[in-house]
């Protein structure tokens, strides 16, 4: 059995998506990974500053194995009051994917559930017909992440998609509990932003992650801010 954490944050107030459409795509999300992997559970987290519609949260609730709501988690609430009051703070977004997925580790961890692997899946992107679950499971006590890109000069790994192996949970928690106090050092400490894929990168690459890159993942959405569509 497999575990796909799916974060979403459907009722906020930046990027290029209304709630109507962000909902759209987190269905057809769901849907392709219960379309494709029947037996797996899906646990979706939802970084939202605003109340998703009840009609909509309950629809969501009966298509996956968990929810989590992450409304009231102290650092979202912080990041979104900052965002309030400084139109050009831009690290909301940051702040509440590393959050949510940090709540997933922990749930995992502590359910004490042995699995195969652990998926992370952006909630706006969707399963392409490209994906093949068995290139992620023959990656025994590995991470598997696209391969390797840059942002200027810094090494990034994506994380619309990516996996970890069931051996990997301990450490997998131990560096984002890292990367979590690096995270906030920037943005309390030093008023900068850090753009998490690069800091996965570097923290995986510091605390030897064993990790495996593959070429194409198969899946494709919409990035956020200006709705440019990517398959990867």
Not at 171 to 194: A, G, M, S
Not at 217 to 231: D, E, K, M, P, R
Request: proline share 3%; hydrophobic share 40%.
């Amino acid at each position: 059995m497999n575990i796909f954490c799916v974060i979403s944050a459907l009722a906020n107030d930046y990027g290029a998506f209304d709630y109507e459409t962000r909902l759209r795509q987190l269905n057809s999300s769901i849907d392709g990974i219960k379309e494709k992997l029947p037996e797996d559970q899906i646990w979706l987290y939802d970084a939202s500053n605003y109340d998703i519609d009840e009609s909509d949260l309950l629809a969501l609730s009966s298509k996956v194995d968990r929810i989590k709501l992450l409304k009231t988690h102290p650092e979202i609430l912080a990041q979104h009051r900052r965002q309030t009051s400084d139109p050009n703070f831009t690290g909301k977004k940051t702040v509440g994917e590393l959050f949510a997925f940090l709540t997933f580790l922990h749930d995992l961890r502590d359910s004490k559930l042995v699995f195969d692997r652990a998926f992370k899946l952006a909630g706006r992107w969707q399963l392409t017909s490209d994906f093949d679950p068995s290139q992620h499971l023959l990656a025994k006590n590995h991470a598997v992440f696209r391969t390797r890109e840059y942002w200027g000069h810094e090494p990034i790994y994506r994380i619309r998609l990516w996996s970890f192996d069931f051996n990997l949970l301990p450490l997998i928690c131990d560096v984002f509990e890292l990367i979590e106090k690096y995270t906030l050092d920037q943005i309390y400490v030093r008023n900068k932003i850090p753009i998490l894929e690069c800091t996965i990168h570097k923290y995986f690459t510091d605390y030897n992650v064993p990790v495996q890159q593959l070429e194409m993942l198969g899946v494709n959405g919409y990035f956020g801010q200006n709705a440019s569509f990517f398959t990867e």
